[in-house]
């Protein structure tokens, strides 16, 4: 059984970045759509970006866009999240998910379609 762990959290201040990793056990990341979503304090979940099992499609949302990248390293099993120039607004707790999707050339940031989360981590983005 799938389980994912996020690491690579912390604080930074702003202009600066972060790399956050979600690590698989149990299972191929390779199988699955994987995306990043983020909570903020009093505000609903929000999804952030997400990467096709086939590897070739992205998506990001527009509040990332040109800042955040995302990418799959298959030797270590894991789905990274490249976070650059970021502001006090990305402050949120962050969480991985999956879903079993092989061979996919879509994916999306709708959180209803993941069935697999990690537990989350926090960013804090703070002078």
């Known amino acids: 059984q799938l389980q994912l762990e996020e690491s690579g959290g912390g604080l930074v201040q702003p202009g600066g970045s972060l790399r956050l990793s979600c690590a698989a056990s149990?299972?191929?990341?390779?199988?699955?759509?994987i995306a990043w979503f983020r909570q903020a304090p009093g505000k609903e979940r929000e999804g952030v970006s997400c990467?096709?099992?086939?590897?070739?499609?992205?998506h990001y949302t527009d509040a990332v866009k040109g800042r955040f990248t995302i990418s799959r390293d298959s030797a270590k099993n894991t789905v990274d999240l490249r976070m650059d120039s970021l502001k006090p607004e990305d402050t949120a707790v962050y969480y991985c998910?999956?879903?079993?999707?092989?061979?996919?050339?879509?994916?999306?940031?709708?959180?209803?379609?993941?069935?697999?989360w990690g537990q989350g981590i926090q960013v804090t983005v703070s002078s």
């Open positions: 149990g299972s191929t990341l390779g199988y699955y759509n």
């Open positions: 998910a999956a879903e079993w999707t092989p061979h996919s050339v879509m994916c999306t940031v709708i959180d209803g379609r993941y069935n697999t």
């Open positions: 990467i096709a099992s086939g590897g070739l499609t992205r």
